[in-house]
C-alpha cells in the first residue's frame, strides 16, 4: 500500500521534472513540454533526468537511506508468498510430463501424439486468456482480489484434473488451470513492485 508520505514524494518528483521541461518562452501545458523534450539531445535529457531521480534522496527518512533493506516482518511475509505463485505456475506446468505417463493409457491416447501435446501445452494456451482477464480484474477489484480468484480457481481446476473421467475432461481442466495461471503470472509481479518501499 503506498503511505502519504510516498504520495508527496511522487508529487514532488513530477512537479520537478515539470519545471525541469518547462519552456523558456513560458507555457507548462503538455504539448510544450513534450515540444522541449523532443528538442533536447541524448546528454541533456540524461542530465535532466539525473535531477529528477535526486530528489527522491529528499522524501527517504535517514533511516531508510542507512538501512534500505530494513523493513517490516509484513513485507517479508507479503513478498514470501506472493511468490509462491511463481512456485505453483511451475510446478503446474512440470508435474503434466509425471501424471501423462498414466493418463495416456487410462485414456487411450499414448499413440496419438497430436492430443498429447494439446493436454500438456493447453495451460499455456489457458495462460493467454488468464492474462488478459487479469487486466480487468485488477482494474475492477485490485491485485489482492485477482489473486484471490486465481487461488480459488486454480484449486478447482487442479479437483477437475484429478477426477476428470475423460481425456476431454482433462482437456477442459487444463485450459482452467491455465486460466488461473496467467492469472497469477501477469498480477504478482505487479503486486511486488507496488509494495516494494521506495528506499528499495
Same mark, same amino acid.
Given at each position: 500500500m503506498t503511505s502519504n508520505r510516498d504520495k508527496v514524494g511522487v508529487e514532488t518528483i513530477e512537479a520537478a521534472a515539470?519545471?525541469?521541461?518547462?519552456?523558456k518562452g513560458g507555457g507548462n501545458d503538455e504539448a510544450n513540454v513534450l515540444q522541449n523534450i523532443e528538442g533536447m539531445n541524448l546528454e541533456d535529457f540524461e542530465e535532466q533526468l539525473k535531477d529528477v531521480s535526486s530528489l527522491e534522496d529528499e522524501i527517504l527518512t535517514e533511516e531508510e537511506r542507512l538501512h534500505p533493506w530494513k523493513q517490516t516482518p509484513r513485507l517479508f511475509i507479503l513478498v514470501a508468498f506472493a511468490a509462491l505463485g511463481a512456485f505453483i505456475v511451475?510446478?503446474?506446468?512440470? $508435474?503434466?510430463? #509425471?501424471?501423462?505417463?498414466?493418463?495416456?493409457?487410462?485414456?487411450?491416447?499414448?499413440?496419438?501424439?497430436?492430443l498429447l501435446g494439446l493436454t500438456t501445452s493447453a495451460t499455456t494456451l489457458g495462460a493467454l486468456v488468464g492474462s488478459m482477464a487479469a487486466i480487468i480484474l485488477n482494474d475492477k477489484i485490485g491485485r489482492r482480489g485477482t489473486l484471490l480468484i486465481a487461488g480459488v480457481w486454480s484449486v478447482g481446476s487442479a479437483l477437475w484434473e484429478a477426477l476428470a473421467p475423460s481425456w476431454?475432461? $482433462?482437456?477442459? #481442466?487444463?485450459l482452467m488451470l491455465g486460466i488461473s495461471m496467467g492469472m497469477i503470472s501477469s498480477t504478482v509481479p505487479i503486486l511486488l513492485a507496488e509494495a516494494v518501499p521506495t528506499a528499495i
Amino acid at each position: 500500500m503506498t503511505s502519504n508520505r510516498d504520495k508527496v514524494g511522487v508529487e514532488t518528483i513530477e512537479a520537478a521534472a515539470a519545471e525541469s521541461y518547462k519552456p523558456k518562452g513560458g507555457g507548462n501545458d503538455e504539448a510544450n513540454v513534450l515540444q522541449n523534450i523532443e528538442g533536447m539531445n541524448l546528454e541533456d535529457f540524461e542530465e535532466q533526468l539525473k535531477d529528477v531521480s535526486s530528489l527522491e534522496d529528499e522524501i527517504l527518512t535517514e533511516e531508510e537511506r542507512l538501512h534500505p533493506w530494513k523493513q517490516t516482518p509484513r513485507l517479508f511475509i507479503l513478498v514470501a508468498f506472493a511468490a509462491l505463485g511463481a512456485f505453483i505456475v511451475g510446478v503446474d506446468i512440470s $508435474l503434466v510430463s #509425471g501424471a501423462e505417463i498414466q493418463f495416456m493409457y487410462k485414456f487411450k491416447i499414448a499413440n496419438k501424439t497430436n492430443l498429447l501435446g494439446l493436454t500438456t501445452s493447453a495451460t499455456t494456451l489457458g495462460a493467454l486468456v488468464g492474462s488478459m482477464a487479469a487486466i480487468i480484474l485488477n482494474d475492477k477489484i485490485g491485485r489482492r482480489g485477482t489473486l484471490l480468484i486465481a487461488g480459488v480457481w486454480s484449486v478447482g481446476s487442479a479437483l477437475w484434473e484429478a477426477l476428470a473421467p475423460s481425456w476431454a475432461m $482433462l482437456l477442459v #481442466g487444463r485450459l482452467m488451470l491455465g486460466i488461473s495461471m496467467g492469472m497469477i503470472s501477469s498480477t504478482v509481479p505487479i503486486l511486488l513492485a507496488e509494495a516494494v518501499p521506495t528506499a528499495i
